[in-house]
């Protein structure tokens, strides 16, 4: 028996060695997302967008006539995590290129550990301005950040007959990032700022600033934080009996979970989003929308994930894009090879433009911003 | 002046879900001198059985609730029989190390079974609340304030009425002693950590419907029912309740008056508070040393 248990390890370890030498014949990329803790929702289905990409292109082949392999961590919402992680997949795992890491202060603990290892990563989700303007050459974003998100909602204030709003945001650089830069435009705008009240990220009542809000004499409210959170704030607000208009930033609403979890509480809010999986022939390039919906529902995935998941099936495309322009998958070629390429994602055209500071300039692309609401249980489109 | 009511309103509702909390917490960690890092997770166990009757086997949302509470005395009475058992008599330091094990054994394998993302229970209560002038509150939350304060009757009524109730005070002063009157010491143990963990999984399953439930909501439950044993005294019910509802408040008043940013530093300020000035609790009675 004693002798059996002493061949387990030496089994594992040629185990081991067959998968290292399988793994040479594919190309990694490196999937930093928070798969549980309080983003779990939204990285899951950045994750299973990813999956989906990376079997379409290996699917047609591969780049650079091998198969894209996903080496897929979990940063469980945590900054600390978040570096740890993505340290553990350029020094171990060896990836050449990462897309991460969902959340503005996962992804800035990450980036210290970019420029130390001069890895580049794919931006997919995070918002904050910060990302972008800080001089991290090895960063490349395909969301918007949050000053683009509220230029956009620019043209609509008016419509809206906004007078003075309140905010209710998540206690991090993507929440506070957010307030910051709708604040700016909207007082640009000779809107009043009224009450800016955080809430933590894993809090779970919300009953204490809703109150606040309640009594204040804003007639907006706008919130920034992910789904699981929206939809608390939904069901608390309509027990509140709070009457105000809710609008919702960044991007991680799923609409749909949000109806199918708040129910009624969620008539009547509009949410800023970056993808339109409702309207697919709305969207600027409708055929690729429409193969991304149905392989995502033939999955057996819920319909509700789609807003979010794009985004992970738009970083992966454009990681690979980069490798194949590159020619080889190093770091250092990759990341010259994002200036140069262009393709067309979901949500309009990935190409990147210089941001931040002269000489270590973040890559920032231009991705499109629709305003929707939601009424009787259903998504309409607003027009910006 | 209405802000104000309505944040005593919040107060009450959350306050008595905190003291559901704290009662069990304090039963465990307080009177059996256990430092139970698995409360949290009979918390999220409680959300998940219920997420499992309404849902997947389609049982009525009143029904579940005792299932959820009979499912948690079980796990409880479970991991006392496996875990805590063979632990007894060895020191504090050990057996807390073998329940932060638990802890994240537990919380792994509800990841594993349920996935991270989170789920929602369907309640039977209307979505339009019920609104008193200024102030407003959901049907549901009412209701789970009711349930709360029954479940806290019994078992204030149980510990300090009952000759079970009788019999644990005797097992955790002096076992030896309780053993000599008659006291069946094995059973008693089993009981007290099984009672604390239906508690845990009764705040869980009236709780999952409010908010939302996924594996780690237990974690920050945990940390404040410890600090609301610790507010109220350690093994004092009544202590733990009025606990409870301070925790609530000084979050209620700190987020609405003070910074909702530190609103859930408030409830710790307190704490550190109590510490310092009066280290065994607002409600502690004294106690024998040795």
């Given at each position: 028996m004693t002798r059996a248990l002493g061949l387990v390890p030496a089994v594992a370890l040629a185990a081991a060695l067959f998968a290292g030498a399988a793994a040479a014949q594919t190309i990694k990329i490196g999937v930093n997302e928070p798969l549980t803790g309080a983003f779990a929702a939204s990285g899951t289905y950045v994750v299973n967008g990813a999956k989906i990409a990376a079997d379409e292109i290996n699917a047609k082949g591969g780049v650079l006539g091998k198969k894209i392999e996903l080496v897929i961590e979990d940063n469980k919402s945590n900054p600390t995590e978040a570096a740890a992680v993505a340290e553990k997949l350029i020094t171990?795992?060896?990836?050449?290129v990462l897309m991460g890491a969902w959340g503005s202060s996962l992804t800035l603990a990450v980036m210290p550990k970019l420029i130390e290892y001069e890895t580049p990563m794919v931006v997919e989700t995070s918002s904050s301005g910060k990302i972008t303007t800080t001089g991290n050459p090895f960063i490349f974003r395909i969301s918007p950040p949050s000053a683009v998100e509220a230029a956009a909602f620019k043209g609509i204030v008016d419509k809206l007959a906004l007078k003075k709003v309140d905010f209710l945001v998540i206690n991090n650089d993507w929440g506070r990032g957010t307030a910051e830069d709708f604040s700016k435009m909207m007082k640009d705008k000779g809107i009043g700022i009224g009450l800016v009240e955080t809430m933590d990220q894993?809090?779970?009542?919300m009953s204490a600033q809703l109150s606040k809000i309640k009594s204040s004499d804003s007639e907006t409210v706008i919130v920034t934080t992910a789904v699981d959170q929206l939809t608390l704030i939904f069901k608390q607000a309509a027990a509140l009996g709070l009457k105000k208009r809710i609008i919702t930033t960044g991007g991680s609403q799923n609409p749909d979970q949000i109806i199918a979890q708040a129910g009624a509480a969620a008539n009547g809010t509009m949410h800023l989003t970056t993808f339109l999986p409702w309207f697919p022939d709305k969207t600027p390039n409708p055929e690729a929308t429409n193969y991304f919906i149905s392989e995502w529902k033939k999955r057996g995935?819920?319909?509700?994930?789609c807003t979010e998941s794009f985004r992970g099936y738009d970083g992966i495309r454009t990681a690979a894009a980069a490798i194949e322009k590159a020619g080889k998958a190093e770091p250092a070629a990759i990341k010259a090879a994002f200036w140069d390429i262009k393709l067309k994602g979901l949500n309009g055209d990935i190409m990147f433009r210089k941001s931040g500071p002269e000489g270590k300039e973040s890559g920032q692309s231009q991705p499109n911003v629709y305003l929707i609401e939601i009424n009787e249980g259903k998504v309409e489109m607003k027009t910006l | 002046m209405s802000e104000f009511l309505q944040h005593l309103v919040n107060m009450l509702v959350l306050g008595g879900t905190y003291a559901l909390l704290g009662i069990g917490l304090t039963l465990i960690f307080?009177?059996?001198n256990v430092v139970n890092f698995t409360h949290g997770v009979l918390y999220t166990f409680g959300a998940y059985i219920m997420f499992i009757v309404v849902h997947q086997l389609g049982l009525n949302f009143f029904l579940a609730l005792p299932v959820a509470v009979l499912a948690g005395w079980l796990l409880g009475a479970a991991i006392e029989l496996t875990l805590l058992r063979p632990l007894r008599g060895s020191d504090i330091d050990t057996t807390m190390l073998v329940m932060i094990g638990a802890w994240i054994a537990m919380q792994s394998g509800a990841l594993w079974i349920w996935g991270g993302v989170a789920k929602s229970v369907a309640t039977p209560f209307p979505e339009a609340p019920l609104v008193l002038g200024p102030v407003s509150v959901s049907w549901l939350r009412l209701f789970v304030l009711a349930a709360a304060a029954f479940l806290i009757l019994v078992t204030y009524l149980l510990i300090n009425r009952t000759r079970l109730g009788r019999a644990m005070r005797a097992t955790f002063q002096d076992d030896d002693t309780a053993s000599l009157m008659g006291v069946n010491v094995d059973l008693i143990y089993t009981s007290t950590f099984a009672i604390g963990s239906s508690l845990a999984a009764a705040a869980g399953a009236l709780l999952g419907p409010v908010y939302v439930i996924f594996p780690q909501m237990g974690d920050l439950a945990a940390v404040k029912a410890f600090a609301i044993v610790i507010l109220g005294g350690l093994g004092n019910i009544t202590g733990a309740v009025i606990g409870g509802f301070i925790l609530a408040l000084a979050e209620e008043l700190g987020a609405g008056y003070v910074s909702s940013g530190y609103r859930d530093a408030m409830g710790f300020v307190i704490i550190i508070a109590v510490l310092i000035f009066k280290p065994t609790g607002l409600f502690a009675r004294s106690e024998r040393v040795g």
């Open positions: 171990s795992d060896k990836v050449p894993g809090a779970q009542d995935f819920e319909f509700a994930g | 307080g009177i059996m």
